[in-house]
């Protein structure tokens, strides 16, 4: 049964990816488990009474075989276990049930990404996008955008970034005033360095995140990272310090994660193209799971509840 599928009341069983797990203890000083629930079409919070392992945090990312009952808390989905136990390599199951991925052709995105970028018309910026495509562009093509708030699936990124560049090359032909080639490459590269800040499980969902991603995060992580490019290639100082700025600040305010406010045209720009896109994908994802003349649920990403109307 998908997690989609699961209404209060419903006894299930099945293969799962285990999230979030946490070992705690009731009031009563009971032991249990709590974690997450995921498949391809979402996740649900779960609990496991009375449970003191073997699975436990180190078990984040894996598959595991699972019966239980469906219901709710507080409004929400959630799920109680009654049996679990770690998938095992003859169990037969399939990875396409519990992995999702993202709904674009990703051999056809990544060569129009190529291509874009071969259209830049400043050989610096890029020189920088070229030398480090070649760095984390394998992993890029294949690793979600976010653990959960939006494009959390496999090919997440690409496909984040694809129409976040979409949206970048119709706004600098409508603005003469942007920097075409600076606008893509701080597009491309804003969240290149999730490739470092990401530690991904063998279905490459984000299993938790690495010692520089909680340290450094990766707005700085690919700062760093187009600044040793630049260096490297001889690129002129200010075009490098630009670039970096993209990055540093394409979260638009520090309460929301940059590490600067955006100072330049650009930059202004590419902070509202992520916000968007992130925005498009987290209603998607909530519509999905709404039906049709109704409100979701609070969602916790965007601090708010959605309607789905009728289109």
């Known amino acids: 049964m998908l997690i989609h599928d699961m209404k209060t009341g419903d006894r299930f069983e099945g293969y799962y990816i285990l999230q979030n797990i946490a070992q705690r203890t009731t009031s009563a000083g009971k032991p249990f488990l709590t974690l997450n629930l995921a498949d391809r079409s979402g996740a649900v919070t779960a609990q496991v009474w009375d449970y003191t392992g073997p699975i436990g945090p180190a078990d984040v990312g894996k598959v595991a075989w699972i019966s239980g009952l469906a219901s709710e808390y507080r409004g929400a989905p959630q799920v109680t276990v009654y049996r679990i136990r770690l998938a095992a390599e003859n169990d037969d ?28 018309e400043d050989k610096d910026y890029r020189a920088v ?21 939006h494009h959390g699936f496999v090919g997440g990124l690409l496909m984040h970034t694809a129409y976040m560049l979409k949206a970048a090359d119709f706004y600098a032909g409508l603005y003469p005033t942007v920097d075409r080639s600076l606008l893509l490459a701080g597009t491309l590269l804003h969240d290149f360095c999730k490739c470092e800040e990401f530690v991904t499980s063998p279905l490459g969902l984000v299993a938790e995140y690495s010692l520089k991603g909680q340290l450094l995060g990766h707005l700085v992580l690919g700062a760093e990272a187009a600044g040793r490019a630049a260096q490297e290639l001889g690129i002129p100082e200010e075009k490098s310090v630009l670039l970096q700025h993209m ?13 600067v406010r955006p100072m330049c045209i650009e930059a202004e720009l590419l902070s509202y193209l992520d916000l968007i896109d992130s925005r498009m994908e987290i209603y998607t994802e909530a519509m999905e799971n709404t039906p049709v003349g109704t409100f979701s649920g609070k969602i916790y990403a965007i601090d708010k509840k959605i309607y789905n109307h009728e289109r």
Do not use: N
């Open 93 to 120: 199951f399939k990875v396409s049930d519990l992995v999702a991925t993202a709904p674009i052709e990703m051999d056809e995105t990544w060569a129009w990404l190529l291509e874009l970028v071969a259209s830049m």
């Open 129 to 149: 996008c070229e030398k480090l495509l070649a760095a984390y562009g394998k992993q890029f093509r294949l690793i979600p955008a976010a653990k959960s708030m």
């Open 247 to 259: 990055i540093l600040s394409h979260h638009g305010e520090p309460e929301f994660g940059a590490a």
